[in-house]
């Protein structure tokens, strides 16, 4: 059973930074497309960013493009997202997800993934 579990998460101030962390374990990480979704108080659920199982694709939200950064380091199990210039509006629970996925595309949809970690709570301030 595949596991994933983030952490990085916490309070912060506008135009600040957080980097946020996925470990993934009982699977082969290095076959996984990987994203990151998240999800602010009455919203819905909306992806942030994706990235495939070598590292050679990476996709963004538009909202989002220019300050954060996806990656991953499959020796590690563990991929990242590196969140620069954060805004008050970013504020959401940001989960990690996986698919086994060999392939250059990158996932967009929720129901396209089939492994998601709890999720942990980034919360930018004014």
């Known amino acids: 059973q595949v596991q994933l579990v983030e952490s990085g998460g916490g309070l912060v101030q506008a135009g600040g930074s957080l980097r946020l962390s996925c470990a993934a374990s009982g699977g082969p990480f290095s076959s996984y497309a990987m994203g990151w979704f998240r999800q602010a108080p009455g919203k819905e659920r909306e992806f942030v960013a994706g990235i495939n199982w070598s590292g050679g694709t990476t996709l963004y939200a538009d909202s989002v493009k220019g300050r954060f950064t996806i990656s991953r380091d499959n020796a590690k199990n563990t991929g990242y997202l590196q969140m620069n210039s954060l805004k008050p509006e970013d504020t959401a629970v940001y989960s990690c997800?996986?698919?086994?996925?060999?392939?250059?595309?990158?996932?967009?949809?929720?129901?396209?993934?089939?492994?998601w970690g709890q999720g942990t709570q980034v919360t930018v301030s004014s």
């Open positions: 997800a996986a698919l086994v996925l060999r392939s250059w595309s990158v996932p967009q949809a929720v129901y396209e993934y089939h492994y």
